[in-house]
């Protein structure tokens, strides 16, 4: 079945080509497949990295630092580390658990 294309004319926002859109989509802006392919993921970009910094930080879970966080995800939970703390868990240095106990002050 071959779709009937608008007179006008216009240019792609990806990749800059001239296109005829269909004449079923009034806003089409994209030329091909591949470009709206890339325009998805561009969306999905923005929408992930404006979330991102739309949150508040927090503090860390273990040490209450506030400057800089990350997500940590163990056992379908996932919490709020400073780096430092991020990273000797990822490491395999200490345990959530060893990190907590260290943070209240008992012994190991």
Do not use: W
């Not at 004319?9 to 004449?23: A, N, Y």
């Not at 969306?43 to 800089?68: H, T």
């Amino acid at each position: 079945m071959e779709h009937k294309t608008l007179s006008t004319k216009r240019i792609c926002t990806i990749c800059g080509k001239e296109f005829h859109p269909k004449v079923t989509s009034k806003y089409q802006n994209v030329c091909s497949f591949e470009c709206r392919q890339i325009k998805k993921r561009e969306s999905a970009k923005q929408y992930a990295r404006a979330k991102r910094f739309s949150e508040p930080l927090g503090k860390c879970f273990i040490c209450g630092y506030d400057k800089a966080i990350d997500q940590h995800h163990e056992r379908g939970k996932e919490y709020k580390l400073c780096p430092n703390c991020h990273a000797r868990i990822s490491r395999g240095y200490a345990t959530m658990e060893e990190l907590l106990i260290e943070r209240n002050g008992e012994k190991m």
